[in-house]
């Protein structure tokens, strides 16, 4: 669980722990070694846009997968693949506990009913985890980078 939150904080700060590469760089208005602030302007339009979703998955070969598909459907931004993940929950009546990987998706909240179309057509869970979260802030630039990469 402490690796989820982890990687929920970069996702509101997510110029932590991600090296500047020259593509994230002109993708999220991070300041590259030259120098460039990139964009820092406040004005983000309305972050509600913005979701992060979440998807258990039973392994990461299951997960890797789908994370590329839904990048490359569009229906996601980026795709977070964090391994290591215990999920404690009742099923069928029985307690059970499984490791798993978690997806944290990037995605336009408008597309959120796709990709959990997507996944549960793709997903080998008989009821997949399929949630969503509106991102309340961010980093104006990546989220606008969010907006750009996942068509409305």
Not at 82 to 98: A, C, F, H, N, R
Request: hydrophobic share 45%.
């Amino acid at each position: 669980m402490r690796a989820a939150w982890a990687a929920l904080s970069l996702l509101l700060l997510p110029g932590l722990g991600r090296r500047a590469t020259p593509a994230a760089t002109a993708a999220t208005g991070m300041a590259s070694a030259e120098g460039d602030r990139g964009d820092r302007g406040d004005s983000t339009g309305d972050t509600a846009e913005i979701s992060a979703a979440f998807v258990t998955c039973p392994n990461l070969s299951v997960a890797t997968e789908l994370a590329r598909a839904l990048v490359q459907q569009r229906l996601a931004a980026c795709v977070n693949i964090i391994p290591g993940v215990t999920s404690v929950y009742t099923w069928q009546g029985k307690l059970e506990e499984d490791s798993e990987v978690l997806l944290m998706i990037k995605t336009r909240s408008s597309r959120v009913p796709a990709l959990s179309d997507f996944v549960r057509s793709r997903h080998p869970y008989e009821v997949p985890e399929v949630v969503a979260l509106p991102v309340a802030q961010g980093n104006p630039p990546y989220l606008r980078w969010v907006r750009d990469s996942v068509p409305p």
